[in-house]
């Protein structure tokens, strides 16, 4: 990894006063993903969550985004801890990045321990700063105190946080939902909610991506029939997709196969290692031999087989679509195959989900998905009337949506106005503005400047908005450089500048155009004979004169690079 | 425009002996636009359709994709016509690309000429080949009888055509559904279907987009309740957004204003043209003195305002997107207005219609839109029931699904199935498949090649493959030139060779990087002293060594390109 974040050395930075606390969202609020909290008392702060972005259609070629901790850098040695709610990605995918310039405590249930430490096991980072939290006791951090109950999402061991601080008490609830009869773990604990609200919430905290879907969700145990149909239809064997982490659908599958007298195979790295850690962790019940290595699968016949496999959102390069592609080592599909998308696309994914879909289905394997087949996945994610009830249960004194785009924040404003809320007591935050909480009053005021910092490859914090510019250009006009060799000494034109293009036209269909290119070129040279000592202006004019012509012949805006050698 | 197509010349080519009819689909099979399907009997060749395809994101810089003519190229005199069903782009933008090489005859119904006349006449085509055929009335073209019959569709005045050649009687289904009380023309004519089947049918091709959607769609006039109950609630102006051929949401959206007393403009390019194109033609009610040029909106006060606006999928640059950007020149959002979306986003701009959605949150005007509001919008597309209804009717020999992804056509497969079809009545074909129609019986049998023509500002066919992947690699890593000058006479390196970056890295942040990279390249050139006379040799070394050097660094890979310049 190559950092480029700002330098973090911890130093006595000045403590800007201000009263009460105040609380940063560093990044999900406007956007789903990203998620990370600063809550500052006095001299102390904590951290909740810590997770990664993923960039959109403009971030060319960027792998991540993670928030941005520049206010952070002269307070360092004031951070108690980062405490995490669940282990998703976009929760936790950012520690890897931003521990190493922060170096805290972090804080997280049994089963997000796990998979934290597998993270930073793959990172080399240590792992003895990561401790386990007992949900039934409390946390002092300073100032803070800090407090969890239990809540039911798609992963195991999710947990809302209530954080005290003198003379005021929040409750932060990230993602969460409703399901009385979990696979694994406990209900949402709404009694104990009800108890930490006895006497007043200052400030509720709430994910509200789910605010625009009616209704209540279907409990998970709704979707065993469905899978035990698909496995009696199923004549082949059966590959079901759903996220790695969800570790109470791979339970199910694994509970269908059993029952079924099939084995199961673990597919792909991230399904193999989460699989991994919950069953160390005892999180998952497994009968004896069930489960096989897929180097194994070609040894039993394809009706005794279940592979759970990663790849849900048709991410390329995963074991699914390598199996779609022919290309895995040890699995193959045959046409009495049955292919399980048991995993809903994320708005951004739909289209790589749905070429997976059609390229399974060309391939005659019978793909079972959404629009085909009910139940087959039921969302991690609060309806709108779960937020309703939560909010009923808590009663804060002031309400912000988070985890949510834009839209969602208002679509959960006009379901908090349904509930008595006022136009006040709804704080539309953004990344990066400061809610201050000030005798039980919660108000937006003032903002610190964040930005996106784009992970690609290795490095942090290199890729700007001019290189994702650059690429945008390049990406839909190619490139076409100008080669203008002048002597060093006399800075005379020597020998014939020389275009070259990438991307931009098939040189060999358009040569006649391009030559005339190259005169456009010369006439530049040979209109400021002497300016060929502006470089500056030679460029430009080359630039300027190349565009222009390019756009006529072709309607195209290439990039235009001029270069100048000098020899 | 500048055609890279192959010689289109009319020539005498050799006719290629097939008994029967022979169907081969350009597009619009495995894939849901681009649709052209050319039928061939003896000597004399029709084409229905001729539409544009979408770029997908592998396709970086493509403005569109057009079906690939090359079969039609000795065939051009065979040609007797070119028929519409219905005037969408994937049925009708191809023709401007297509047609000056085919110079055929098009027949289209009177609001589909309207629509192509307005495409040609921008593209400064002749207006003369296009005719207007009356649905009612038989086409004879060479060894083709071609009769109509009328469906309903997201658009007036579509079509079903019944193809007989000598022996056989084809029907070609493209987009259709079943609305009873269409605002805008009359309902799809089962009974004339039926009528038309009663000899039987040898085959039927018929979109199967719906096949995955249950149950039957609502009909067109329940939208109209939701129009007037947010017409109601707006205190502001009202923007409404959907498709600009959808003439009939657009007469709605007209009649609510005239009951309200609004006065209604047209905003967007393709929102006045078809407009205008309809109203000239009659096929909209307008009461006089409604509608008003969009530079008269600031005239009128808000509550007495509703546009029509173009940009329901989020395109760049639409009339909308400008809005909510702050950048139109005659309309502005205020706190009281309402934008509604009457229009779901089609699987490819679902992002680009979120952003839109979610930007519009932001400015805080009242947003409505699918997932927060009911009966917005209809599907023009036929669902499984109406599929199901549609072949009970016609009862064909065999099947063909088109203008669906191949995800949909085996939920066709499997829904014919139901109705008792075989497999071998069910043809599952590919662009460029050959079906065969002998003696009442079809087969796919054989392929001729068509690969994607892509259209890139004034170019069409120029760009390809090797294009598309230097784009796709410059958009992810980013390019690195070298520039390495030599005397053109001794081929002696002169002065040193330089590096440049454009979306790579920041290159005044990474001076230390890129400088160990011109080592790199300087030890290339010093291991081969001579080999600069192999000048392929020492530009692939150089590619070579900065590849790895690079990957090691940053795990990126840039295209690198070593130029040797001559001086």
Same mark, same amino acid.
Request: charged share 25%.
């Given at each position: 990894?190559?950092?480029?974040?700002?330098?973090?050395?911890?130093?006595?930075?000045?403590?800007?006063?201000?009263?009460?606390?105040?609380?940063?969202?560093?990044?999900?609020?406007?956007?789903?993903?990203?998620?990370?909290?600063?809550?500052?008392?006095?001299?102390?702060?904590?951290?909740?969550?810590?997770?990664?972005?993923?960039?959109?259609?403009?971030?060319?070629?960027?792998?991540?985004?993670?928030?941005?901790?520049?206010?952070?850098?002269?307070?360092?040695?004031?951070?108690?801890?980062?405490?995490?709610?669940?282990?998703?990605?976009?929760?936790?995918?950012?520690?890897?990045?931003?521990?190493?310039?922060?170096?805290?405590?972090?804080?997280?249930?049994?089963?997000?321990?796990?998979? =934290?430490?597998?993270?930073?096991? %793959?990172? *080399?980072?240590?792992?003895? $700063?990561?401790?386990? @939290?007992? &949900?039934?006791? !409390?946390?002092?951090?300073?100032?803070?105190?800090?407090?969890?109950?239990?809540?039911?999402?798609?992963?195991?061991?999710?947990?809302?946080?209530?954080?005290?601080?003198?003379?005021?008490?929040?409750?932060?609830?990230?993602?969460?939902?409703?399901?009385?009869?979990?696979?694994?773990?406990?209900?949402?604990?709404?009694?104990?909610?009800?108890?930490?609200?006895?006497?007043?919430?200052?400030?509720?905290? =709430?994910?509200?991506?789910?605010? %625009?879907? *009616?209704?209540?969700?279907? $409990?998970?145990?709704? @979707?065993? &029939?469905?899978? !035990?149909?698909?496995?009696?239809?199923?004549?082949?064997?059966?590959?079901?997709?759903?996220?790695?982490?969800?570790?109470?659908?791979?339970?199910?599958?694994?509970?269908?196969?059993?029952?079924?007298?099939?084995?199961?195979?673990?597919?792909?790295?991230?399904?193999?290692?989460?699989?991994?850690?919950?069953?160390?962790?005892?999180?998952?019940?497994?009968?004896?031999?069930?489960?096989?290595?897929?180097?194994?699968?070609?040894?039993?016949?394809?009706? *005794?087989?279940?592979?759970?496999?990663?790849?849900?959102?048709?991410?390329?390069?995963?074991?699914?679509?390598?199996?779609?592609?022919?290309?895995?080592?040890?699995?193959?599909?045959?046409?009495?195959?049955?292919?399980?998308?048991?995993?809903?696309?994320?708005?951004?994914?739909?289209?790589?989900?749905?070429?997976?879909?059609?390229?399974?289905?060309?391939?005659?394997?019978?793909?079972?998905?959404?629009?085909?087949?009910?139940?087959?996945?039921?969302?991690?994610?609060?309806?709108?009337?779960?937020?309703?009830?939560?909010?009923?249960?808590?009663?804060?004194?002031?309400?912000?949506?988070?985890?949510?785009?834009?839209?969602?924040?208002?679509?959960?404003?006009?379901?908090?106005?349904?509930?008595?809320?006022?136009?006040?007591?709804?704080?539309?935050?953004?990344?990066?503005?400061?809610?201050?909480?000030?005798?039980?009053?919660?108000?937006?005021?003032?903002?610190?400047?964040?930005?996106?910092?784009?992970?690609?490859?290795?490095?942090?914090?290199?890729?700007?908005?001019?290189?994702?510019?650059?690429?945008?250009?390049?990406?839909?006009?190619?490139?076409?450089?100008?080669?203008?060799?002048?002597?060093?000494?006399?800075?005379?034109?020597?020998?014939?500048?020389?275009?070259?293009?990438?991307?931009?036209?098939?040189?060999?269909?358009?040569?006649?155009?391009?030559?005339?290119?190259?005169?456009?070129?010369?006439?530049?040279?040979?209109?400021?004979?002497?300016?060929?000592?502006?470089?500056?202006?030679?460029?430009?004019?080359?630039?300027?004169?190349?565009?222009?012509?390019?756009?006529?012949?072709?309607?195209?805006?290439?990039?235009?690079?001029?270069?100048?050698?000098?020899?």
């Amino acid at each position: 990894m190559k950092s480029f974040l700002p330098n973090f050395k911890s130093n006595q930075g000045q403590v800007i006063q201000h009263q009460g606390l105040r609380i940063i969202p560093l990044g999900g609020v406007g956007d789903v993903t990203k998620n990370m909290y600063i809550y500052e008392y006095g001299r102390d702060i904590i951290i909740i969550d810590c997770g990664v972005g993923f960039p959109d259609e403009a971030m060319l070629g960027v792998d991540l985004v993670i928030p941005d901790i520049s206010y952070l850098k002269d307070k360092v040695d004031r951070i108690k801890a980062i405490i995490i709610t669940h282990p998703h990605d976009d929760h936790i995918g950012g520690l890897v990045y931003i521990w190493p310039e922060l170096k805290c405590p972090i804080y997280a249930t049994k089963l997000a321990v796990g998979f =934290i430490k597998n993270k930073f096991n %793959e990172a *080399k980072l240590p792992k003895d $700063p990561i401790h386990i @939290i007992d &949900p039934e006791n !409390k946390l002092n951090l300073g100032a803070f105190g800090i407090s969890f109950y239990r809540v039911s999402h798609s992963v195991p061991d999710s947990v809302g946080i209530v954080i005290d601080t003198p003379g005021s008490r929040v409750i932060h609830q990230s993602d969460f939902k409703l399901d009385w009869t979990p696979i694994i773990g406990k209900p949402t604990e709404i009694a104990k909610i009800a108890r930490f609200s006895e006497d007043g919430i200052d400030l509720l905290l =709430i994910d509200a991506l789910g605010s %625009e879907k *009616k209704g209540y969700n279907e $409990p998970e145990i709704n @979707i065993l &029939p469905t899978f !035990k149909k698909i496995e009696e239809e199923t004549e082949g064997k059966i590959l079901l997709t759903t996220a790695s982490s969800n570790i109470s659908r791979i339970q199910m599958a694994i509970n269908v196969a059993s029952d079924a007298g099939r084995k199961v195979a673990l597919v792909g790295r991230s399904m193999e290692s989460n699989f991994q850690v919950a069953r160390d962790l005892g999180y998952l019940h497994i009968p004896p031999g069930i489960i096989i290595a897929q180097e194994e699968v070609k040894r039993f016949p394809d009706n *005794k087989l279940l592979l759970i496999i990663a790849g849900s959102q048709g991410q390329p390069g995963s074991a699914l679509s390598r199996v779609a592609n022919n290309d895995h080592k040890h699995v193959f599909l045959k046409k009495d195959d049955t292919v399980i998308f048991s995993a809903d696309p994320i708005p951004s994914t739909e289209t790589a989900q749905h070429a997976l879909i059609d390229k399974l289905a060309k391939m005659g394997v019978d793909v079972r998905y959404k629009e085909m087949e009910d139940a087959l996945h039921v969302s991690g994610h609060e309806t709108a009337e779960e937020i309703k009830m939560m909010i009923n249960i808590i009663r804060p004194k002031a309400l912000v949506p988070i985890g949510a785009t834009y839209r969602g924040m208002i679509a959960f404003s006009k379901l908090a106005k349904d509930l008595g809320y006022t136009e006040k007591q709804i704080l539309l935050a953004e990344d990066g503005q400061i809610i201050n909480l000030v005798s039980g009053v919660s108000r937006l005021e003032g903002r610190i400047d964040v930005r996106n910092i784009y992970v690609d490859g290795l490095g942090i914090g290199d890729v700007g908005n001019v290189i994702l510019r650059d690429r945008k250009v390049m990406s839909e006009e190619g490139i076409v450089l100008v080669i203008v060799p002048v002597d060093s000494h006399t800075s005379q034109l020597v020998g014939e500048p020389d275009i070259v293009t990438r991307g931009f036209v098939f040189e060999r269909e358009a040569e006649e155009m391009l030559s005339k290119a190259r005169s456009v070129v010369r006439s530049c040279l040979a209109d400021h004979p002497n300016a060929i000592l502006d470089w500056r202006f030679t460029r430009s004019h080359i630039e300027e004169n190349l565009d222009k012509f390019f756009f006529e012949e072709l309607h195209r805006r290439p990039m235009i690079l001029p270069l100048i050698v000098e020899v």
